[in-house]
Structures are given as C-alpha cells and as structure tokens.
Nanobody, 121 residues
C-alpha cells in the first residue's frame, strides 16, 4: 500500500510537503514517482526518484519549485512544494514501480489514493 498525506489548502506562493508511506513492498528496490490530476485533465507525471536516491527527474511545470526525496529507512518519499501556483491545484498521487527513472504512469505498479492540493489566488 501507498498512503499519501500532507495535502491541503494554501495561498499562492505558499508551500506544502507531501509524504507517501509505503508498506507491503520492498520500498528500497522501487523507483518512486509523484503524479497529479486536475479536474478535466489527464494525469501528469511531475517527478521521480530512483531507488538509490541519487537521481531525480522533474516536469518542466514544477522544476525549480518542487523537490522530491525519499528515506528508505522509513519507507517514505516526500514532495516539497514551494512557490505554489493556482495551476498546481490537483489531486496528487504517489506511485511505485520497478521501472527506469521517469514519469510514464503506465509503467508504475502501485498507486496511492491521492491527496488534494488546492492553491488559492
């Protein structure tokens, strides 16, 4: 299972930190990713981190504002979101997969239930 937390309502320019706790899978062996889906839009891959915690990728839409990280000892990954914009409003999903580093959703095997992030202007 993957369980996200940390979502909420924040004003534009503010910050949030999302967490995703994994259970029932060998967390340290999995590439982890963050995705989001806004109403009426397709799911967007926004960041991924490799199992060794030494490589990351970001979508252009969040590069420089969001930071992905993981703690293999705690089976947890994080997404620090700074300088939030109204267009960042979406449901954010955590995902795990035995994949190459990247944000191709179809490659990921496990998904969380999502956490809502709402950014007001």
């Amino acid at each position: 299972d993957l369980v996200e937390s940390g979502g909420g309502l924040v004003q534009a320019g503010g910050s949030l930190r999302l967490s995703c706790v994994a259970s029932g899978l060998p967390f340290k062996d999995y590439v982890m990713g963050w995705f989001r889906q806004a109403p009426g839009k397709e799911r967007e891959g926004i960041s991924s981190i490799n199992s060794d915690d030494d490589a990351t990728v970001y979508a252009d839409s969040v590069k420089g504002r969001f930071t992905i990280s993981r703690d293999n000892a705690k089976n947890t990954q994080y997404l620090q979101m700074n300088s939030l914009k109204p267009e960042d409003t979406a449901v954010y999903y955590c995902a795990a997969g035995r994949v190459s580093l990247g944000t191709r959703a179809y490659e990921y095997d496990y998904w969380g239930q999502g956490t809502q992030v709402t950014v007001s202007s």
